[in-house]
Antibody, heavy 126, light 109 residues
Framework: QVTLKESGPALVKPTQTLTLACTFSGFSLNTSGMCVSWVRQPPGKALEWLGHIDWDDDKYYTTSLKPRLTISKDTSGNKVVLTMTDVDPVDTATYYC??????????????????WGSGTTVTVSS | EIVLTQSPGTLALSPGERATLSCRASQFISSSSLVWYQQKPGQAPSLLIYGASNRATGVPDRFSGSGSGPDFTLTISRLESEDFAVYYCQQYGFSPPYTFGQGTKLEIK
């Protein structure tokens, strides 16, 4: 059974650095095609893809936040960490991690996030 | 960056009716790159459809996806009470960022 769970502070002050962890089980991030993505959702708003890390330790980020984001694997092998620097009240959101799969079928590649964590709510306020 | 536009923003229907949700990409994307998610209040999103038309494991067959770049459709053939939720499309185009649409809220009429 694949599970993911986010953890981190509920409240962060503006200009501080936010660090969130995603602890997962039931799959290996060393397996080809396996990735962990981060997605956030401000209150009452749409989902926003933030980035992902893949089995080859390659990282990809959304354009607008790229200078402030870092995604990394923990040495334990079953944890992925999201770091966001210089947070602002607009970064207030529920942050989700999800398993992202790249499935190759013939010459096609299918991408999807099939298992999600329950999310962690982060408020940025002084 | 590819922009996904979902329509309508809100759709009010009754149980038993057919729902048709649209997702339009700002440029061509492969069908294999289009995904639909369902999100119920207070819950994480859940995967419905990947590759534009492939139902995820456990998704009822009243859900179907169709289309090709840039226009895609999610159809729910006969609405049940548990289907009233927000639906998002997402694209995995040639390269990141992998953007979401703004969502369609399906509400009970």
């Amino acid at each position: 059974q694949v599970t993911l769970k986010e953890s981190g502070p509920a409240l962060v002050k503006p200009t501080q650095t936010l660090t969130l962890a995603c602890t997962f089980s039931g799959f290996s991030l060393n397996t080809s095609g396996m990735c962990v993505s981060w997605v956030r959702q401000p209150p009452g708003k749409a989902l926003e893809w933030l980035g992902h890390i893949d089995w080859d330790d390659d990282k990809y980020y959304t354009t607008s936040l790229k200078p402030r984001l870092t995604i990394s694997k923990d040495t334990s092998g079953n944890k992925v960490v999201l770091t966001m620097t210089d947070v602002d009240p607009v970064d207030t959101a529920t942050y989700y991690c999800a398993r992202m799969v790249i499935q190759s079928v013939g010459w096609l590649n299918y991408y999807y996030m099939d298992v999600w964590g329950s999310g962690t709510t982060v408020t940025v306020s002084s | 960056e590819i922009v996904l536009t979902q329509s309508p923003g809100t759709l009010a229907l009754s149980p038993g009716e057919r729902a048709t949700l649209s997702c339009r990409a700002s440029q061509f994307i492969s069908s294999s790159s289009l995904v639909w998610y369902q999100q119920k209040p207070g819950q994480a999103p859940s995967l419905l459809i990947y590759g534009a038309s492939n139902r995820a494991t456990g998704v009822p067959d009243r859900f179907s996806g169709s289309g090709s770049g840039p226009d895609f459709t999610l159809t729910i053939s006969r609405l049940e009470s548990e289907d009233f939720a927000v639906y998002y499309c997402q694209q995995y185009g040639f390269s990141p960022p992998y953007t979401f649409g703004q969502g369609t809220k399906l509400e009970i009429k």
